[in-house]
């Protein structure tokens, strides 16, 4: 039996909650970082022949990263529910992607170096991406089922934080001032490269608590060869068991559509802007700020919601917003109401992500809670390219970005009508085998 304390929180208490909601802080510098603004910026400008085709070689090195993401997930995932024990593939994807980030450092400005950065850029995804399927596993032991929803809005609005704080000591302390920290050389682009040492210290540094206070599972004994195999013969039959397994698979098909919607939002939100607003990149970079604080407060505000009337409805509520939000949007030509609407989409996105977590939770029966977040894994990078390749060929079709971000919408609604129907299981107990069936 788990031990609570008075406050219902799971094993370890407070402590080890507030340590696991921490990991998101620590690891949201990545994206945040690398991914997003800083990193991704720099090669496209100092490693690439142009513009243009750095975008592209950096877009190719992420969906190769999401592919191996999408294969090995699952695989990972099922392998450890047969070991019983988390935290040692945290920590090894962690350090993996915390190494792999550190080393950019070495990427000159010169194209010479473009090969490299973009397999490390890659690579550190991948280990990013596969620790956090090991984290997210980790929720319905952290804490009880009323709590999953508010103990999961608040670790994402902790990440978006975490992620910002983050960029923005990038930028003041480094990328900005005209005599960086430490004499960086400007010349040699170091106030920028900095940024992969800088978000490794911030990753390590962080996530120290998750290690060091939230209790894992105990370890099953198995040998390894022992539970590698199965652990594979395990995601096999879940796999073969999926039709059947009607709430599972619908949600991850739901989550599959409306996800790679929020993906491409993220993905094309400052061409549009750009486009057809007009506004420059310190405008853009502003306008992404805000939306990453608006995010942040909503999954943290609507972490209450959650338990209150429970994930799906917060999902659907969330998705149902980015929709009608998402159509005005396109409907406007005033800068100033995109800032608007842009900020209150914002608010939408953190709640559809950190309650999608919890309703994978409650879906997903506890003796293969970790190959089912890889299957979650798996579901938001399987068709990751769908909402790209719609926006930009309905695009050039129409020869209007407006009829092209008009796709994302279309992705929204189709995941909103799979979720509609979905019966959720009640939060009073955790879910076994008939929950998922």
């Known amino acids: 039996m788990q031990r609570r304390d ?10 080890a909650i507030l340590a696991w909601c921490f990991y998101d802080w620590a690891n ?5 970082v690398i991914v997003t603004f800083v ?18 070689q950096w877009g190719l090195a992420m969906s190769l990263s999401g592919v191996a993401i999408a294969i090995l997930a699952p695989i990972l995932g099922a392998v450890a529910d047969q070991g019983g024990r988390r935290k040692p593939w945290i920590a090894v994807f962690s350090l993996l992607c915390i190494a792999s980030g550190a080393a ?3 990427a000159a400005p010169d194209p010479a170096w473009a090969v490299y950065a973009l397999t490390l850029s890659a690579l550190a995804n991948l280990a990013f991406e596969i620790g956090t399927v090991f984290y997210n596993a980790m ?40 005599h960086p920290l430490f004499g960086l050389d400007r010349a040699q682009a170091e106030q920028v490269r900095i940024a992969g040492p800088f978000v490794a210290l911030w990753f390590l540094v962080f996530a120290l608590p998750m290690f060091l206070l939230t209790p894992d599972r105990a370890a099953t004994g198995k040998p390894a060869g022992r539970a590698v195999a199965e652990g ?16 599972v698979l619908r949600y991850l098909i739901a989550r599959m559509l409306y996800t790679d919607g929020l993906n491409t939002l993220f993905a094309f939100g400052g061409i549009y802007a750009a486009g057809t607003f007009g506004m420059d990149f310190t405008e853009i970079l502003v306008f992404g700020i805000l939306l990453n604080v608006t995010a942040g407060l909503g999954a943290f505000g609507f972490a209450w919601i959650d338990d209150w009337i429970g994930p799906k409805r917060t999902v659907l509520i969330a998705v149902g917003a980015l929709m009608l939000l998402g159509a005005a949007i396109l409907l406007i030509d005033s800068k100033l109401w995109f800032y608007v609407l842009g900020c209150a989409i914002g608010v939408f996105i953190g709640p559809a992500q950190s309650a999608s977590r919890t309703l994978m939770a409650r879906l997903a ?73």
């Open 6 to 15: 008075e406050q219902g929180a799971g094993r370890g208490g407070r402590t």
């Open 28 to 32: 949201s510098a990545f994206p945040t």
């Open 39 to 56: 990193f991704a910026a720099y090669y496209t400008r100092a490693l690439a022949p142009d513009a243009e085709t750095g975008t592209g």
């Open 104 to 106: 950019l450092w070495f």
């Open 139 to 178: 929720l319905p032991e952290v804490a009880p089922p009323r709590l999953w929803g508010r103990i999961s809005g608040w670790a994402w609005g902790l990440g978006y934080a975490g992620g910002l704080a983050c960029l923005v000591l990038t930028l003041v302390l480094f990328v900005q001032p005209a």
């Open 232 to 247: 594979l013969s395990t995601l096999r039959r879940s796999l073969a068991r999926l039709p059947k397994q009607r709430r």
């Open 365 to 437: 029966p506890a003796e293969t809670r970790t190959e089912m977040f890889g299957l979650y894994a798996l579901s938001g990078k399987v068709t990751a390219f769908i909402g790209p390749a719609a926006v930009g060929g309905v695009t050039v079709l129409m020869d209007s970005q407006r009829w092209g971000m008009a796709t994302i919408l279309l992705l929204f609604a189709v995941g909103f009508a799979l979720l509609l129907p979905l019966e959720e299981p009640p939060a009073e107990a955790e879910p076994g085998p008939a929950a998922a069936a």
